[in-house]
């Protein structure tokens, strides 16, 4: 009995992006797998009277198009057979998500050697950690005062300021509905706070309402000052009817860009999936408004009648970062899939980017959610990871100790404890690579005013937060 009540505290304690990423290589698919494929290319897919399927060797082509075709069609001359009708297309889907996951489970033990030490190595340079402080709770987002001083948010509803090396806590702040992945999130100083002292956050918030006899929030946004350490003059600049709130502790999204007077965020799906795809409601979709709360006139859906006029985008799983890029002012969004189809988009005005019709993805227990990535209307990410690596926050490094670096986007992995940097060029990604992994879940990456890389790093359970920054070793 005790050791399933401890189970039980795990699994509640535990986010559902960690339960997804545990599961790489497990549940329903590996079950079809041992049943159908495992006599030929062995347990751990490194082969046996069969080929290998994780040396990314392909007689036929590695894309995932062509990997489904040889599943489907066989290889007769080659002792393969054809697996239409066995399986059918999304199961199929499944499959090829669960070759992926494997061929990046057993690449993870060398990557994790080659960036182990004080000293780590990666991409053109070379840097340690340093400590900055610590929260009390999972901390959240991190931005820059003026003064050197740093403002993190802890999700259960903390805003601390640390300078110094000393911590405060900012008084006054909103309350919270912390419930599931929801809390206080995201904050972020206005472009011209120096003249205007307008701090903005966003959090899970309950105003009564429920769903499903349970009680029931949505993400809200607000801007207000911190004067002596204290919180006032709030405004609240976005907040949707109760009849939206939901009681799922999913998917709240959030983070915000500041664009020419506009202020863009993201709400998830809150676990309504299908509400994605639905303009007549705040699930799953990218926002813009102007930075004091009023709805731009031309915003894409201002005019479609029932629709939500802050409306960008569409058709998102979960925001989790986004960041304009340092040159062309484009939007860039990093987005948490299911298990499987984390991914890096360029979001454009009225633009569907196919959440749940399209995903790289499958459900957490291994079965397929569908057996279409691509559909016309609908975007292409411009990156997408599987296994997932539980992206997070995303940042543009500005700075200057790593020149290397320069303009190119970092972006967190929570699951996978991984700090990723992409290289951007024509509006595509072309080039991934691991930078940091394995000193615990990144929530937020941010490039500092001194030219360093910050981040927020969550462990323990608990989970407890700290801040580092990345410093170059030479």
Request: aromatic fraction near 8%; glycine fraction near 14%.
């Amino acid at each position: 009995m005790r050791i399933t009540i401890l189970i039980l505290i795990l699994l509640i304690s535990t986010p559902l992006c960690t339960l997804a990423q545990n599961r790489t290589g497990e549940g329903d698919i590996k079950e079809l797998y041992g049943d159908n494929c495992a006599g030929c290319h062995g347990d751990d897919l490194a082969g046996g009277s069969g080929s290998s399927l994780i040396d990314d060797e392909w007689i036929h082509g590695s894309s995932d198009e062509a990997i489904a075709a040889a599943i489907r069609d066989g290889a007769p001359d080659m002792g393969m057979p054809a697996w239409e009708g066995a399986m059918d297309e999304k199961q199929i889907r499944a499959m090829v998500i669960f070759i992926h996951e494997m061929k990046t489970k057993s690449q993870q033990d060398a990557l994790q050697k080659s960036l182990e030490g004080d000293v780590v190595s990666a991409a053109g340079h070379r840097y340690s950690l340093e400590e900055l402080g610590a929260g009390e709770g999972l901390l959240w987002s991190i931005d820059f005062m003026p003064d050197g001083a740093m403002l993190v948010t802890q999700r259960d509803g903390v805003l601390w300021h640390f300078k110094d090396g000393e911590r405060s806590q900012i008084s006054g702040t909103p309350e919270v509905w912390q419930h599931g992945q929801g809390g206080l999130m995201e904050v972020a100083l206005h472009p011209d706070f120096t003249q205007n002292g307008w701090v903005y956050l966003s959090y899970s918030e309950n105003t009564g309402a429920e769903e499903r006899d349970k009680d029931a929030g949505m993400t809200t946004v607000v801007r207000g000052k911190i004067i002596d350490g204290h919180w006032q003059d709030q405004e609240t600049l976005f907040k949707v009817d109760g009849k939206h709130h939901t009681s799922s502790g999913a998917h709240y999204g959030s983070r915000f860009v500041f664009h020419e007077g506009y202020l863009f965020f993201g709400i998830g799906d809150r676990g309504r999936m299908d509400h994605a795809q639905e303009l007549d409601r705040p699930n799953g979709k990218v926002y813009r408004i102007h930075d004091d709360g009023r709805v731009p006139q031309d915003n894409p859906f201002v005019d479609v009648r029932g629709a939500l006029p802050e409306i960008w985008s569409y058709g998102h799983r979960n925001p989790q970062g986004m960041d304009k890029h340092p040159v062309t002012g484009q939007l860039w969004e990093s987005e948490h899939g299911p298990r499987g189809g984390d991914e890096i988009n360029l979001v454009e005005k009225g633009k569907n980017y196919g959440w749940p019709e399209i995903t790289y993805g499958m459900n957490y227990n291994g079965t397929p959610i569908t057996d279409e990535t691509h559909r016309e209307g609908m975007e292409q990410p411009k990156l997408f990871w599987v296994p997932s690596i539980a992206v997070a926050g995303i940042d543009f490094y500005e700075g200057d100790a790593f020149p290397g670096w320069q303009g190119k986007l970092l972006a967190g992995g929570m699951a996978s404890e991984e700090l990723h940097l992409l290289t951007i060029e024509d509006s595509e990604v072309s080039a991934d690579e691991t930078i940091l992994k394995g000193r615990g879940r990144i929530r937020d990456v941010a490039s500092g005013p001194d030219g360093f890389i910050y981040l927020l790093l969550n462990d323990g359970s608990p989970r407890k937060g700290k801040v580092v920054r990345m410093v170059p070793a030479d």
